[in-house]
């Protein structure tokens, strides 16, 4: 099935609707390939049908450039299309700002940063379908170009794509960025392998008929036997651990059997072991301890006929639709009665009380009880994280709570004390502006600006305070290296009876000694302003103070300074 006849059949559906506005906005544009633009959008959307997503994602598939390379606002797109698809939008845009240059210290932060703020994971299945695509038309960039984005398909997006248990899309991630990367390498396998691959092929074409029957005599039914060619770019790390040998590569192609049962896998595994010894050592059980994503399986190694090593891997037809589409396969569909419409159909969760790739996404902890299966793909584990954007592409880790002035105190000392405003997705902010994962930060600085001390009372990271007080310590009126011996506070607060009582008991309770106190109305008669002078010079106990100063509800601002 083709987006495009699922569009044509059904102009009113989502999809139909999505399909007609974004190849309309997408009109006159072209790609470096010299086709249309809107191909690179259909074709996306085509991979998240194949997969069998719902329809909110194809139609995000569809429209997941229209914010990024028309004049289309994402507010139009949640207005005509509904607040889930402008989700996976925002979150898809967002991922296209980030760069990856190879930096090792990068990595993780950037894996981290896609599944943050992929809290509906539909946002980074839509950017996986969008990389294969662009994966495919590569060779149409600039040589630079196509260096770096084959780098962070291969270290960034194939790496989650397994994860996500999707190791088809994996593989072929891998082995689309390999001749890029290591371009020597993938010439010499090309010349000198694929001789190799045709030989096993032969070989196994010959073995197959006594493997047929020796299942059939046993009475196990199988709906597939296949052979697995391994993949060019997992051939190549492989053979790295083995000295280049090729002969020492027993899975070069490998039979692949689907059974009906889990019964059957194992009985299937008796039966070719009875057929040929197996390798010592060389028999996994992946369906009793499945691997980290998900993966079941059964894998042993036999010496076959003439003397020659085989690998069969054997599966039940589900665990072989897992290990291809990974949390893809876990969307299952079900049609209403009398109707074979795609958009009639309707996502329900799988029947399983716990879905496997959802545990250990979470921490492999999570156990997933949800009615819809949407509620069930949000990626909570990065709570109390959040992973921002440099202007330039660059992943900072933070605190979740985090402000601008964290940011900027991680980016550079001087950075932070000289902040004056952010920019945050284009947009100014205050300085105490909660930060979000994806969002792209810009550091507005004065010079010679000084941070304040109310800046304590908001940042989140104890490198941020800790330079904040620093900074505070040398302010004007001490001497250089002089350590202060007291602190004044400043403090504006409405009037009211007994408010010094108040704030002269909480520096009591705090055993901290009042020198002095001196206090006046403002220029309006509305304020105090209380000066209070206390025998106080460490910066915690002084930030501590001002947090409890805070709980007096008529306290409008604190500022303090060292004397």
Known sequence: MDVKAEAQNNPESLIGKAYSFAENAHKGQRRASGEPYFEHSRKTANNLLEWGLDEESIAAGLLHDVVEDTDITIQEIREKFGPAVGFIVGGVTKLGKIKYRGAESQKENIKNLILASSEDIRVLLVKLSDRFHNMQTLRFLPEEKQKRIAIETYEIYAPLAYRLGMQKLSGELEDLAFPYINPEAYSWLMKDVKVRYDDRVKYLTRIKPIVIKALIDAGIKTSKIEFRAKRYSSLYKKLLRYDMDIEKIHD????????????????????????????????????????????????????????????????????????????????????????????????????????????????????????????????????????????????????????????????????????????????????DHELHSSDVVEVMTQRGKKPSASWLEFVKTAGAKNRIRKSLSGKPGLSFGVKPRRTEFRITAADRVGLIKDISDIISRSHVSIIGINSALDSRGHFHIVKIECGINDPDKVHKLMVKFKSIKEIREIEYKFI
């Open 252 to 431: 070069l192609v490998a039979f692949r059997i689907i059974v009906d049962t889990v019964a059957d896998c194992y009985a299937s595994l008796g039966v070719i072991h009875n057929l040929w010894p197996p390798l010592p050592g060389r028999i996994k059980d992946y369906i009793a301890v499945p691997k980290p994503n998900g993966y079941q399986s059964l894998h042993t190694v036999v010496i076959g006929v003439g003397g020659k090593p085989i690998e069969f891997q054997v599966r039940t037809a589900r665990m072989h639709e897992e290990a291809e589409n990974g949390i893809a396969a876990h969307w299952a569909y079900e049609e209403k009665k009398g109707s074979r419409d795609y958009i009639a159909r309707k996502t329900s969760i799988a029947k399983e009380k716990e879905v496997e790739w959802v545990k250990r996404l979470r921490n492999w902890q999570a156990e997933n009880e949800s009615e819809n299966l949407i509620d069930s793909m949000k990626i909570d584990f990065f709570k109390d994280r959040i992973f921002v954007v440099t202007p330039k592409g660059e992943v900072i880790d933070l605190p979740s709570g985090s402000t601008p002035i964290d940011f900027a105190y991680h980016i550079h000392s001087a950075i932070g004390d000289q902040c004056v405003g952010a920019r945050v997705n284009g947009e100014i902010v205050p300085i």
